[in-house]
């Protein structure tokens, strides 16, 4: 169907994705009917208009496509203070890692299996998390903060690839990120926070020290140690309420 649409007819279908969703919650935030839904929909024309501009314009490395749905997301985040847009902010953020790594990055240096893809990688993966606790800072809080931890997760797991030092640079990432999510779980009790950063130790510690020790004994010992520091969160908070019971 797609293919034989024709240029010009691809290019109106994708200009129509982006116009019908940006006017109809436009409308709604304006009347003020149903402005959430309406920030919703405008959260989506930032796809669109990525989508929009792919096709337009035949972007073929994908970069610019992922920074116009990534900077429409922040923009519409700004001007409606709307949690929506850091969805579709985050996910064109990371899919702009991924381009700019995999199509600019790699691509100057002319070797598409380098070994420096996973920190590349990483490091933008990294960026994008320490973005997004900014931004949390000013608008959902709790949100942004659990997407900055789903990006930190991505970023302990592509370490994992690194022939050289993978398993360590993994490790030292998972700790960090998870131990900030549980230090924001036991000061604020908001939930998410706990389940990322539970999964975050029971996914990469196991691993790690899997390929560390070279031996499942690494695995048993990451399970344990995951499970002593999800129990030692749970004992804190719990003394933390009693106290504020108390209180």
Known sequence: ????????????VA????????LGGAALVKGGVRPELGKIL???????????YLVVFEDQKFVASTVVVTLTSAV?????????FLVSGWSGAMLLVCAVVFNVIDTAEANPTS???AVHLAVGFLLVSLALVGSGVMLSRTLAWSLAGLSGWAASIVLQIDPLYGEWLSLVVATVVAAALLTAFVLTRRYPYAVIGCAILLTIWPVSLYRILDDAVGAAIG????GAV????VIVLSRRRRVSTAA
Do not use: M, N
């Not at 399970?223 to 995951?226: D, F, K, P, S």
């Open 223 to 226: 399970l344990v140690a995951a």
């Open 115 to 117: 070994e420096a893809i």
């Open 15 to 22: 200009v129509a994705f982006l116009v019908v969703p940006a």
């Open 76 to 84: 519409g985040a700004w001007l409606l203070r709307s949690g929506a």
């Open 42 to 52: 405008l959260a989506l024309a930032c796809y669109a208009a990525g989508f929009a």
């Open 230 to 233: 999800l129990i030692g969160t």
């Open 1 to 12: 169907f797609w293919d034989d649409l024709g240029s010009t007819g691809r290019k109106l």
